[in-house]
């Protein structure tokens, strides 16, 4: 019901831009967040937009790179990812959960996607 895309290998301070699809669910209702996991670490937290207003949260490491949005119409999420570093590798995965606002929490998303892989090397 979610289905992300846009991952790619890029260079260090690179863009990319990935999005996330939802079909059969009622986007607007749900709070979108993007998670990411590297190898050998545990999944985290990157960033969310708020299902009723659009307000965006990251995290620290994320900060002042990262963009996303949100297209209602589209019943699809974005993150802009600028700056990108070696340490931005990982399999970024995004996932919905039925509230207003985000929880952060993996275990508190209601839908994951299946992740697309982004690889920062130079």
């Keep these: 019901q979610l289905q992300a895309s846009g991952g790619g290998s890029v260079q260090p301070g ?33 960033s ?29 999420v974005y993150l802009q990812m600028n700056s990108l570093k070696l340490e931005d590798t990982a399999v970024y995965y995004c996932a919905g959960e039925f509230r207003y606002y985000c929880s952060k929490h993996l275990s508190l998303q209601h839908y994951w996607g299946q992740g697309t892989e982004v690889t920062v090397s130079s």
């Excluded at 863009?15 to 050998?40: D, E, K, V």
């Excluded at 937009?49 to 119409?73: N, P, Q």
């Design 14 to 46: 690179g863009s990319l831009t990935l999005s996330c699809t939802a079909s059969g669910i009622t986007f607007n209702y749900h709070a979108m967040s993007w998670f990411r996991q590297a190898p050998g670490k545990e999944r985290e937290w990157v």
């Design 48 to 76: 969310c937009v708020s299902s009723i207003d659009a307000l965006t949260k990251y995290s620290d490491s994320v900060k002042g790179r990262f963009t996303t949005s949100k297209d209602d119409a589209k019943s699809t």
